[in-house]
């Protein structure tokens, strides 16, 4: 007699293959090259994650994060999928769950872009704000209360992640970099909102002989994040009392997947400053990107001025995080930059000396 196989077994199965379906039919995202003439010997470039079909890098982590629910057995039919999110992963993750035909609910900071809480619902998915320290604890209290599963991204993006390849972002990217003149990096530039990005990244460039020692790994941190004094001090039990301003990365606490040891260095870089650059960005890019794309171009501005300045020559990669259309109410609004005391003027006229020096 043939094994048959339970119901909830067989929805579980479906559901893996209707994901593994759907990456079937994605393609990968496009590494942009940035031309820009003060650039001479240092190559940059832009890995466009906004392109994936809900539009942002989140899209490999929900992906990654759904099927490390289901294998694990923690996921099941019919159960609520509930996540803390600063939105660009609950928009990925309510696409997902829509794929499976479970319900979603995102528990969001109150100053998420209202196109953000647009998108989620676009895809089925609930929004509950709260105060920005809060999403943590209410979305575990409301999983618990519906019996439905905390995805809790802070905790698991780090090892819901294939780190070692399965077209990871880092064996995309440096798969991507092979035909360049310099295709082995100098920099990786990334900011940190779970750190799973940059956890990826730096564990993949130790496991490859190629980069390993030679590419190193910058992460870039927006104000009011304790990333970066974490990464200077060690010490985990730092907070900030204060919400980022840049969606999406920088936290006021340390995350668990955000992994130190990977990481070479790390860049504080003024809001300010991320937000200019996303203006300028649109000037030589032709569209607009969101604000922590603003930030890790800053970022890898800075480390082209120091390899300009050494007489380096080399290559660095950084990623567009998500579109601008997400945030046109806020870094593309003057009101709301002017009502947030924002001097854009300082930072833009860095750029565009930039631009002629090359130094920033
Ligand atoms: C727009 C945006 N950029 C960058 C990041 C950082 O990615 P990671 O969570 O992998 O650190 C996030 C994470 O939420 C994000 O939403």
Excluded at 57 to 67: C, D, P
Excluded at 168 to 189: G, L, Y
Excluded at 228 to 248: H, N, W
Excluded at 257 to 273: E, K, Y
Aim: a neutral charge; aromatic letters at 10%.
């Amino acid at each position: 007699m043939p094994h048959t196989i339970d119901a909830d077994a067989a929805w579980v199965r479906d559901a893996v293959a209707a994901i593994g379906a759907d990456f079937n039919r994605s393609a990968d995202t496009h590494l942009v090259k940035l031309d820009l003439p003060c650039l001479q010997g240092v190559d940059l470039y832009l890995k466009d994650e906004s392109t994936h079909p809900s539009g942002s890098l989140k899209h490999r982590l929900a992906r990654s994060l759904f099927l490390y629910g289901l294998c694990n057995g923690w996921i099941r039919k019919g159960m609520p999928v509930v996540e803390s999110s600063s939105g660009s992963t609950a928009i990925s993750e309510a696409y997902f769950a829509r794929l499976l035909g479970l319900p979603f609910i995102a528990v969001v900071p109150e100053t998420t872009a209202p196109e953000k809480i647009a998108a989620i619902a676009f895809y089925g998915g609930e929004c509950r704000k709260v105060p920005a320290a809060r999403i943590y604890a209410e979305a575990r209290e409301l999983a618990d209360r519906l019996g439905g599963h905390y995805m809790d991204q802070f905790t698991f993006a780090e090892r819901a992640t294939d780190w070692r390849g399965n077209n990871n972002i880092a064996e995309s990217i440096f798969a991507q970099m092979a035909r360049e003149r310099f295709p082995v990096p100098r920099w990786i530039v990334v900011s940190a909102g779970t750190g799973g990005t940059s956890s990826t990244i730096g564990r993949y460039i130790r496991y490859s002989a190629t980069l390993c020692g030679q590419t190193q790994l910058a992460v870039v941190d927006p104000e009011n994040s304790v990333f970066l004094p974490y990464f200077e001090t060690g010490d985990a039990s730092l907070t900030s009392g204060k919400p980022s301003r840049i969606e999406g990365i920088g936290r006021p606490r340390v995350e668990p997947s955000f992994l130190r040891s990977v990481v070479d260095r790390m860049l504080g870089v003024p809001d300010a400053a991320s937000i200019a650059a996303i203006h300028w960005l649109e000037t030589v890019l032709g569209r607009k990107c969101g604000g922590s794309t603003g930030t890790n171009v800053w970022g890898a501005l800075t480390l082209a001025g120091e390899m300009l300045a050494a007489g380096e020559t080399g290559s660095i990669v950084t990623l567009i995080c998500d579109p601008g259309e997400r945030y046109l109410k806020s870094y593309y609004d003057s009101a709301w930059i002017a009502a947030q005391g924002f001097d854009l003027d300082t930072p833009r006229a860095a750029l565009d000396a930039f631009c002629k020096t090359g130094r920033l």
